[in-house]
């Protein structure tokens, strides 16, 4: 998305009353632009910095207590250095990311560190795990799963419905649709409440409780029920 769409979607939420907004990618740190978006984030609204730590750093970390933004969410799924440049293809990995985690806690940055567990990662391996995290002082440790991922494409009408896959054509809904974190929807949307989780791919056109809304470009979905 370009900056000028990500600005008109912040504004789009803020107006439905919407808290919190979550930064994500692919890796948001690779944009030129990634200032431009943490500033634009409004008062009365919370930011949400998801990454690998790329380029996080004292003075990025002393430009982020100055705006509102207020955690960032880092991954991490394992403590061995060599699976994780090995899983990452790249041979910085590691260290980039525990730098990074070093340089939030240092700079009293409420962080998370996520843990997605895969085929590399043994049940053995959860101890070990929390102590080597634990010693960096952070906030918050999160542990997700691999979720399952399907692909339609159609029209859908039902009165509940939970996406987590791939959804392409015109869904109604007569009460709540949720779209979870892995989800894409492209399309058109009737429905009488929306719950959007952070991570979501949403561009759609919406009506909602009646009210037919502008249409909606988003690839950093917040978590909230709208009425």
Partial sequence: LG????????????????????????????????????????DGMEGQLYSTGHKIDDEFCEYLNTTNLTRVI???DHYKEEIVTKTRDNKNAFQETILAIEALVRNNIYTVVTLC??????AEDIESYFNFIGKF??????????????????????INAIIEGSFTGNIHVSELLAVKESAVVTGDIVTDKLMVHTGAIFNVSCSMG???????????AVQKVAQ
């Avoid at 803020?14 to 990618?25: K, M, P, Y």
């Avoid at 809304?213 to 950093?220: A, G, I, R, W």
């Fill in 117 to 122: 567990v895969t085929e590399t990662f043994f």
């Fill in 74 to 76: 880092i991954s991490l």
């Fill in 137 to 158: 002082g952070i906030q918050e440790v999160r542990i997700v799963m691999p979720i399952p991922q399907g692909k339609i494409e159609g029209d859908v009408k039902c």
């Fill in 210 to 220: 009646g009210q037919k809304l502008k249409p909606l470009v988003q690839k950093d």
């Fill in 3 to 42: 900056l000028e769409q990500i600005k008109k979607f912040i504004d789009q939420s803020f107006a439905l009353g919407i808290a919190n907004c979550g930064i994500t990618g692919g890796e948001p740190m690779l944009r030129n632009d990634i200032k431009e978006i943490i500033d634009y984030i409004p």
